[in-house]
């Protein structure tokens, strides 16, 4: 790669604080939130322009199971947020697969963090990071004034990418064995649907998920896609979708994301196309929207403390240092439109699925970045192998981790201590005051 030697400036330190937590995604914004209400200045740091990440600029229209089928496991900031999205939509909240309108949950969030105090710094991107004897002295970020640095004293890497413990040199894994990813997903919206049509269509064995799969197998689907999720209701005539995946696109290459964002678009015209025409109630649907952020469901995982595997997931393992508990199956999807692989991904997740009221624990240790005196990790790239990655990864669980996160930092803000040495016992109790699930 051709380089270009940049003469060293002198940055403006355009904010300061104790706890800094890069990345606005449920992770982000639970950990920003946790901290600060337990004192802690906090500053939040966003590229986009909305908070949220991929359940809002992404599009993706649901919230996975926050439960085990008895309790909610996602019991502290999430489910603050389920119930209050609840009441703004005047719908009864629902802690299984919760379809939302992803505008009332922009407002939502915006309220929760500056309410909490948090100074907040959107359309604002990480561009560097300045690491010193071990500790993350500053991130380098770029907006309209230019370059400009935020300091700390502890930072959170919420990002979903890891690219701050990457970046500061961290270790780091990516993919499967061989070095395979799961497709993104490029979300969308369908306007104008008779859902009462669709309705009583489903009841008679002809839902969406079911037509699209007997034109697969008379070798008639516009695409040789299996593992079909879906368009869920979230509004009176409105979709939000989980459709099509982007193959062989990597999140950590901005070439591969440019192809997926461009190739998404595209197959959201062929899923609109398919249910106008086999779907009962689509026949006048619209393509009102894409997203904006590509749903990528796996980059780093950051190598922590420890890293929570499938062992731990089988054996419903508990921890001296948990910070809650989690139930959601592994959920690897197909890194390629091999119809084999495809559906393998639906035959591992009916195998991985966890009997009622079974958990696993997940340990303050995975949100440690080894390494790194004053570095925490939360969200997707939190330190887990793969299997356990594609559990955690989604929204309740990225709460969980970024609420644990938060509270660790400003625990070892307060101690003056570096992450790793936090009392493990009164961040499980401050946690179990803020609501959070621990046994």
């Given at each position: 790669m ?6 060293a400036?002198?940055l403006?330190?355009v904010?300061d ?7 606005g ?19 939040l740091i966003?590229?986009?322009?909305c ?9 993706v229209?649901?919230f996975?199971?926050?439960t ?6 996602a019991?502290g900031i999430c489910q603050?947020v389920?119930?209050?999205l609840?009441?703004r939509?005047g ?5 299984n697969?919760?379809?939302f309108?992803?505008?009332v ?5 915006d ?6 105090g948090v100074?907040l ?11 010193e004897?071990g500790r993350?002295?500053a991130?380098?970020a770029?907006?309209r004034a230019?370059?400009?640095a ?8 919420a ?7 990457a970046w ?11 070095g ?8 969308s ?7 009462e049509?669709?309705h009583a ?19 008639e689907?516009?695409?040789?896609e299996y593992?079909f ?7 009176p005539?409105?979709?939000g979708n989980?459709?099509?995946?982007t193959?062989g696109?990597s ?29 009962p ?6 393509l ?15 190598v ?9 997931y089988?054996?419903r393992a508990?921890?001296?240092d ?12 197909s890194a390629t ?7 393998h991904?639906?035959e ?8 009622r ?5 997940i340990p ?5 970045v080894q ?13 887990a192998d ?25 625990l070892?803000v307060?101690?003056r201590?570096?992450a ?5 016992r009164?961040?499980r109790?401050?946690?179990r005051y803020?609501?959070q699930?621990i046994?």
């Amino acid at each position: 790669m051709k380089t270009v030697a940049i003469a060293a400036k002198e940055l403006p330190i355009v904010a300061d604080a104790e706890v800094v937590v890069c990345g606005g995604g449920p992770a982000g914004i639970a950990a920003a939130v946790a901290a600060a209400r337990i004192g802690r200045s906090v500053a939040l740091i966003e590229q986009l322009g909305c908070l949220g990440g991929l359940g809002t600029a992404g599009m993706v229209p649901v919230f996975c199971p926050a439960t085990d089928g008895e309790r909610v496991l996602a019991a502290g900031i999430c489910q603050e947020v389920m119930d209050e999205l609840a009441r703004r939509m005047g719908v009864e909240v629902n802690y299984n697969w919760f379809p939302f309108d992803y505008e009332v949950l922009k407002v939502l969030y915006d309220e929760l963090v500056l309410d909490a105090g948090v100074q907040l710094l959107l359309v604002t991107t990480l561009a560097d990071v300045v690491v010193e004897d071990g500790r993350v002295q500053a991130v380098v970020a770029a907006n309209r004034a230019g370059l400009q640095a935020i300091t700390g004293s502890v930072f959170v890497d919420a990002t979903g990418d890891g690219n701050v413990s990457a970046w500061a040199g961290a270790e780091w894994e990516l993919g499967g064995a061989s070095g395979e990813l799961m497709g993104p997903t490029l979300c969308s919206t369908f306007s104008n649907v008779d859902w009462e049509e669709y309705h009583a269509a489903a009841r008679e064995g002809r839902d969406a998920r079911s037509l699209w799969l007997r034109l697969m197998e008379a070798g008639e689907a516009p695409l040789p896609e299996y593992h079909f999720v879906g368009a869920f209701r979230a509004g009176p005539t409105r979709t939000g979708n989980n459709l099509g995946h982007t193959y062989g696109v990597s999140g950590v290459d901005e070439a591969s994301l440019t192809q997926g964002h461009v190739e998404g678009r595209r197959l959201a015209r062929i899923y609109l196309g398919f249910y106008r025409e086999h779907v009962p109630g689509f026949q006048n649907a619209e393509l009102s929207a894409t997203a904006a952020l590509l749903g990528v469901r796996e980059t780093r995982r950051i190598v922590g403390e420890y890293v929570l595997n499938f062992e731990d997931y089988r054996s419903r393992a508990s921890f001296e240092d948990e910070i809650g508990r989690f139930a959601y199956p592994v959920d690897i999807h197909s890194a390629t439109t091999d119809p084999a692989a495809q559906k393998h991904v639906e035959e591992e997740l009916r195998a991985t699925t966890l009997g009622r009221g079974e958990s696993y624990g997940i340990p303050y240790r995975s949100l440690v970045v080894q390494g790194l005196a004053n570095l925490l990790v939360a969200g997707r790239c939190m330190s887990a192998d793969r299997a356990v990655q594609s559990s955690i990864r989604v929204m309740p669980g990225c709460f969980i981790t970024g609420q644990a996160a938060g509270v660790g930092g400003a625990l070892a803000v307060e101690g003056r201590c570096a992450a790793r040495d936090v009392d493990a016992r009164k961040l499980r109790e401050i946690l179990r005051y803020q609501g959070q699930h621990i046994p």
